[in-house]
């Protein structure tokens, strides 16, 4: 029997458009301008009359960092799973962010490396470089040139609410907007559930997994031509010698304005964050490529950024929650930002949305179902990176997981060593981790029984 959720996993991720886009709405309200939210306003728009963003930030057409996304000077991956969501919604999109300088990676120019060793190529798949306020400004110039989608510059400080629950109405710098269905895409700090449960609601169950990570990025002029790139996005896990004993990640990768984006996470506060002479001299241990785009001027200081942890917020369950209210993007989950899951998430709670949307849903109820196909989503991704930051925090103390969670971290283990040298589990495992498809697939035994034979064959001598 086909497991329930890797079938609404494989709906969500469909790329057509939907058949039939019925008008429920006369003002939907999108609470957060940003990615998570542009791509929900993009869905309202087939929906309502007139959609309605509030953001607290100036947007600035050219794509500059702001203040309510501080994570923006960082560097962001837009993994394929997001990418063909993009596309579906914004046709052209991408086409677009490469005219204006954004960069297209074939396979062959991206490198993946595990404890310093390169992982086998495996699939197609392309991924679209840029910085996180370019990629927004794409996004954003296209949802904004729709007809009926407006922003309104202001701070949403809470929700309105009929009698017979439903949500009627935002309050946004204490002035009241009526709007007939409400979406929170105010990323991880939201304070919707503080609202609802102040207005007598039940407020979703928070699930947070500590992990400490330290973020420094830096940005440098590139000095090759286009043509001449080879590698223009390079991620993996190191153990540089001057940096913390535990481990590392660096990417690197070509973005606008012919230029490198330079970043190391780790899980200690980072040497490299004091001067970008240490910066640069982390990356000599790294593999050339690091030191290739840090040779050239540097176009943006050290940025740093410390994340205590993810969280989860769960919104299914709940027997008493407001009718015409959804939550997408950070708003409900913001993972572990180096497996680089949040945009490509929020894009598919876009698809949760029309999938909700679409099938003629009672609106004077809670929206059940749209939370339901929303954790499958969410739980996919979850799985994956938060799995991996249990199973780090247990290997540190050393703790014993259940021999079931154990008996998986092994056989994860096994595929991920395959894929430094057997294409095709790669090809499988990259299509997980990019969201593309569900995770239960690295639980079939033909995978696992690959990558095994590809380890066995690693390891035994060579002959002759
Ligand atoms: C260091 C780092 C690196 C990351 N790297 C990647 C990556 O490589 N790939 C990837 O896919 N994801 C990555 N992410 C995650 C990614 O940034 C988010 O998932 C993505 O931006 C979607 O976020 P969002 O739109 O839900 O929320 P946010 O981007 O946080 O935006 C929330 C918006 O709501 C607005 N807002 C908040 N409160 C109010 C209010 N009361 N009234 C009005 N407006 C309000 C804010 O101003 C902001 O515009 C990374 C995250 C971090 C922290």
């Known amino acids: 029997m086909i497991d329930p959720s890797v079938e609404t996993f494989n709906r969500l991720i469909r790329t057509e458009l939907p058949a039939r886009t019925p008008r429920l709405f006369d003002t939907a309200c999108v609470l957060g301008g940003s990615i998570a939210g542009l791509l929900a306003a993009r869905v309202l728009a087939d929906h309502a009359r007139s959609v309605v963003i509030i ?36 046709p052209g999109v991408v086409d677009e962010a490469q005219a204006l300088g954004g960069y297209l990676a074939p396979i062959e120019q991206q490198t993946v490396y595990y404890d310093g060793r390169p992982r086998a190529q495996g699939g197609d798949a392309k991924l679209l470089l840029g910085s996180r306020p370019f990629l927004e400004a794409r996004i954003r110039d296209r949802v904004l040139a ?64 500590p992990t400490g990570i330290h973020y420094v990025t830096a940005h440098f002029e590139r000095t090759e031509s286009a043509d001449s790139i080879e590698q223009a996005c390079v991620l993996g896990l190191f153990a540089p010698r001057t940096m913390p004993a535990d481990l590392t990640v660096a990417s690197a990768c070509v973005i606008e304005d012919d230029q490198w984006q330079v970043m190391m996470m780790t899980y200690e506060d980072n040497p490299a964050a004091r001067s970008v002479e240490a910066f640069r001299s982390a990356c000599r241990d790294l593999p050339p490529i690091f030191q290739k785009a840090t040779t050239g001027e540097l176009t943006r200081g050290l940025e740093t950024y410390h994340q205590a942890d993810s969280r989860h917020r769960d919104f299914t369950g709940l027997t008493h929650f407001p009718a ?72 540190i103390t050393g703790t014993k997981a259940p021999a079931e969670v154990e008996q998986q971290r092994w056989a994860l283990n096994q595929i991920i060593q395959a894929t430094l040298t057997d294409p095709t589990v790669t090809e499988v495992f990259a299509a997980v981790t990019a969201m593309d498809a569900h995770p ?13 034979a590809a380890n066995e064959a690693a390891t035994a001598p060579r002959l002759g």
């Open 324 to 395: 015409g209210l959804v939550a997408v993007g950070d708003a409900v989950a913001s993972f572990n930002p180096i497996y680089g899951q949040g945009i490509s998430s929020a894009a598919l709670h876009a698809s949760c949305l029309s999938e909700y949307l679409t099938t003629d849903p009672d609106l004077t109820t809670p929206a059940t179902d749209f939370f339901a196909h929303q954790k499958v989503i969410t739980d996919a991704a979850w799985t994956l990176s938060a799995g991996a930051d249990a199973a780090r925090a247990d290997a």
């Open 55 to 90: 953001e607290r930030d100036e947007l600035e057409p050219s794509g500059q960092s702001r203040a309510g996304v501080p994570q923006d000077r960082h560097g962001h991956a837009l993994l394929p799973g997001g990418l063909k969501q993009l596309e579906r919604w914004l």
């Open 146 to 209: 729709l007809p009926n989608v407006s922003v309104l510059s202001g701070l949403a400080t809470g929700l309105i609410y009929t009698e017979d629950g439903r949500v009627s109405g935002v309050q946004v710098d204490h002035e009241s907007l009526s709007a007939d269905f409400v979406v929170d895409a105010m990323g991880r700090a939201s304070r919707l559930s503080t609202w609802v449960e102040e207005a007598g609601y039940q407020r979703p169950v928070l699930v947070r997994m």
């Open 440 to 452: 239960a697939t690295l639980a079939d035994p033909a995978v696992l029984d690959r990558a095994l």
